[in-house]
């Protein structure tokens, strides 16, 4: 069973960049599909940005595309996001997650789950 632990949240402006990551732990991540989800207050968790096992294929949602970029360095036991050209709407708690098997860009599907990191982008 793997642990995830985020970092590297924080409060930056409008246009700012920031760098999540999201260090694993009690397996070797590499046999898991993992990435990033997030949740505002008030709405339902949602799908950012994933990468399979061996970085072949990365899906990013439309909202962050062209600005969010997801990669992992399985020998690190790592999973980054790296976030430019943030908007005060990418405001929300990230959580890093993962999964055995294929890639998925739906939360249920993801059985493990880090405690999150707050990132808060003003205006």
């Known amino acids: 069973q793997v642990r995830l632990v985020e970092s590297g949240g924080g409060l930056v402006q409008a246009g700012d960049s920031l760098r999540l990551s999201c260090a694993a732990s009690?397996?070797?991540?590499?046999?898991?599909?993992a990435g990033w989800f997030r949740q505002a207050p008030g709405k339902e968790r949602e799908f950012v940005a994933v990468i399979s096992r061996a970085s072949l294929v990365a899906l990013v949602a439309d909202s962050v595309k062209g600005r969010f970029t997801v990669s992992r360095d399985n020998a690190k036991n790592t999973v980054s996001l790296e976030m430019n050209i943030l908007k005060v709407e990418d405001t929300a708690v990230y959580y890093c997650?993962?999964?055995?098997?294929?890639?998925?860009?739906?939360?249920?599907?993801?059985?493990?789950w880090g405690q999150g990191t707050q990132v808060t982008v003003s205006s």
């Open positions: 009690g397996d070797t991540v590499s046999a898991y599909s």
């Open positions: 997650a993962a999964r055995l098997g294929s890639i998925k860009n739906l939360v249920k599907e993801y059985e493990y």
